[in-house]
């Protein structure tokens, strides 16, 4: 276990809240997510802001992953993250983007990093909660992070155990688990 520095946080996610451009709000997002999932035991940072071959689709961060028992065991190899830091829920059409890059990568998992969480309602699978389950139903599986439960975490088990909750929670129900939700 390793513990997560709740001031670097804090300073990571007031970059974002101050940047001046969109883009420099999103790299905050970023680095915070790099910070956080490297010391995750087994995992480091293979790519970030990568085009595909096209031009046409970006990936904000890659992370390879060793599958240490400590870690991310049993989720695959190379798991992609998209994030958003937004002061409003990310919609369907940028879940929908995700679930395109995902596909045309043959990868079966991502992780959404959204600030301020996604649309819709979990219950009724509206809006963008709608594509998570369509996601499944190709067997993908979209993990959805919110700035609240990045502000909770303390150390990497937390971290850990939270993906691990909503992984089991998203098969088991169809829709994202959400810890502590306002």
Known sequence: MTAIDGNRVA???AAGDEAATATACGRALEDLV???FELIPGISVTAR???NAFN???IDVAF???GDPAGLRMFDHLILVECKNWSSPTGYPELAIFLDKLQSRGRPLGILVAAAGITGNPAGLTNAHSVLARALSQGREILVLTRHEIEQL???RQLV???KQKRAQLAVSGTIFQLNRK
């Open 11 to 13: 300073a990571m996610l």
């Open 34 to 36: 790099v910070y956080l």
């Open 56 to 58: 046409a689709e970006e």
């Open 154 to 156: 303390t150390d990497t």
């Open 49 to 51: 802001n990568e085009l």
């Open 64 to 66: 390879w992953n060793e």
């Open 161 to 163: 155990r939270l993906l």
